[in-house]
């Protein structure tokens, strides 16, 4: 059974950072297209960064480049979204996802496999 887990949310003062975790069970992320998605309250779940099986990395939100970053480590995979000069309109609900392919994808149901999510608040 492929079970996924992000850690590390929390809350946070405008301008401080983050690192959000996502491990799996079932599965190794090392092999996987790995993505994080964010919802906010009230709005669509929406793809932030992906990285691919073969390291290509993919931001889909115009709002959080230069501040966000994906990362993989380890012989398991462990995916990372180093997070820093956090705003308040990043405040959401933060998932890890992945899928079976060589490429990245924006779209929630091309991924086989997701967590249950890491709350990331953003506030003074």
């Known amino acids: 059974q492929v079970q996924l887990v992000e850690s590390g949310g929390g809350l946070v003062q405008p301008g401080g950072s983050l690192r959000l975790s996502c491990t799996a069970s079932?599965?190794?992320?090392?092999?996987?297209?790995v993505a994080w998605f964010r919802q906010a309250p009230g709005k669509e779940r929406e793809a932030v960064l992906c990285i691919s099986r073969n390291e290509v990395m993919t931001y889909y939100a115009d709002s959080v480049k230069g501040r966000f970053a994906i990362s993989r480590h380890g012989n398991k995979g462990t995916v990372y979204l180093q997070m820093n000069n956090l705003k308040p309109e990043d405040t959401a609900a933060y998932y890890c996802?992945?899928?079976?392919?060589?490429?990245?994808?924006?779209?929630?149901?091309?991924?086989?496999?997701w967590g249950q999510g890491t709350q990331v608040s953003v506030s003074s």
């Open positions: 996802a992945a899928r079976d392919s060589l490429y990245c994808n924006s779209r929630t149901d091309m991924f086989e496999s």
């Open positions: 079932g599965i190794n992320l090392f092999y996987r297209t």
